[in-house]
């Protein structure tokens, strides 16, 4: 069982802090916000992916020109009768790979070539 600490901040006082000038700032919220609306048109054209994996994977793609697009994917389906064997056999199909059952609901498979435009189909 991990634990976490939880440390009290000691009050910096003003002349201690380091200064910021407002340029810097402003580039640092224009950052953040810029980032805030790529997280959200990702959801929009991928809804049901997460976005932390069209973010990694936008990494690898840019940074890595010789990258493979191999991933290790978990699909969860919604609860209720999900007929796991013809979601492995669709899997199998398209990525011929096989796809491992991590329990009732979810399916584990390592995808290769998988890029964003594959994320589309």
Known sequence: M????IMAEE???NSDR?????????SSL???????????KAANF?????QNLILDILKLETTYKDWEGSVILEIKYPEGKVELDTKINKLYDKYERSAS??????????AL?????ELEN
């Open 46 to 50: 991928f809804p049901k992916v997460n």
């Open 101 to 110: 059952e991590k329990d009732e609901r979810t399916l584990r498979f390592k």
């Open 2 to 5: 991990q634990s976490l600490t």
């Open 18 to 26: 380091p200064k910021v000038s407002s340029s810097s700032s402003s």
């Open 113 to 117: 070539h998988m890029n964003i435009e």
């Open 11 to 13: 009050k910096i006082e």
């Open 30 to 40: 224009e950052l953040k916000s810029d980032y805030q609306n790529l997280i959200k």
